[in-house]
């Protein structure tokens, strides 16, 4: 059973960069297609990245590729997300998902964090 941590939220000012990290415990992430979505009340739960296993092919959210970049390092069974450019509506809890195959929904991620918070102030 893989569990998965998120870090590295907080509150950052328009502009500002945060990097978020989501590391993995109880097997390798190796095989997983990864990803990070994220939930601001009362909305919906929001794609923001994917990664495959290898690392090869990355999707990215609307209005968000440019400014995240999802990498990760198998190695160390991490997976991490700059955020560079950030805005007021970027503030959310960030949640990182694994799955069996990469996807822009929720559905195929087995995985879940518990979340991290992004606050960014105007």
């Known amino acids: 059973q893989v569990q998965l941590v998120e870090s590295g939220g907080g509150l950052v000012q328009v502009g500002g960069s945060l990097t978020l990290s989501c590391v993995a415990s109880?097997?390798?992430?190796?095989?997983?297609?990864m990803s990070w979505f994220r939930q601001a009340p009362g909305e919906r739960r929001e794609f923001v990245a994917a990664?495959?296993?290898?690392?090869?092919?990355?999707y990215y959210g609307d209005y968000m590729e440019g400014r995240f970049t999802i990498s990760r390092d198998n190695a160390k069974n991490t997976m991490t997300l700059q955020m560079d450019s950030l805005k007021v509506e970027d503030t959310a809890i960030y949640y990182c998902?694994?799955?069996?195959?990469?996807?822009?929904?929720?559905?195929?991620?087995?995985?879940w964090g518990q979340g991290t918070q992004v606050t960014v102030s105007s």
């Open positions: 109880g097997g390798s992430i190796s095989s997983y297609a």
């Open positions: 998902g694994a799955g069996v195959a990469i996807s822009r929904g929720t559905g195929i991620y087995d995985y």
């Open positions: 990664i495959t296993g290898g690392g090869m092919i990355k």
